[in-house]
């Protein structure tokens, strides 16, 4: 739900801007790493919540992906995360 509520007011992330978003909250897990994360946005994006919005080759070649929220995944956390907590 972190993730989403990170996304809530996002135009797009990818893997490494929701970590370094949320690095001082889960960055000592040891699923804190970057695939877990691409797991747990297409984990998102499978049911729904979140959309892959583009996606390019970095200067190192490696792919990023970038998602956006969808009015799903924004519905959820607004059904779920309390207003004092959400991002927006």
């Given at each position: 739900?972190?993730?989403?509520?990170?996304?809530?007011?996002?135009?797009?992330?990818?893997v490494?801007?929701?970590m370094?978003?949320?690095?001082?909250?889960?960055?000592?897990?040891?699923?804190?790493?970057?695939?877990?994360?691409?797991?747990?946005?297409?984990?998102?994006?499978?049911?729904?919540?979140?959309?892959?919005?583009?996606?390019?080759?970095?200067?190192?070649?490696?792919?990023?992906?970038?998602?956006?929220?969808?009015?799903?995944?924004?519905?959820?956390?607004?059904?779920?995360?309390?207003?004092?907590?959400?991002?927006?």
């Amino acid at each position: 739900m972190a993730v989403l509520n990170h996304m809530f007011d996002k135009d797009e992330v990818d893997v490494k801007s929701v970590m370094a978003a949320l690095k001082d909250d889960y960055g000592n897990e040891k699923q804190f790493n970057e695939k877990m994360y691409l797991d747990h946005l297409m984990a998102l994006e499978a049911n729904g919540l979140a959309e892959m919005s583009s996606y390019d080759l970095n200067e190192n070649g490696d792919l990023v992906m970038k998602y956006r929220i969808t009015d799903d995944g924004k519905s959820t956390v607004e059904k779920y995360v309390d207003k004092r907590y959400r991002v927006a």
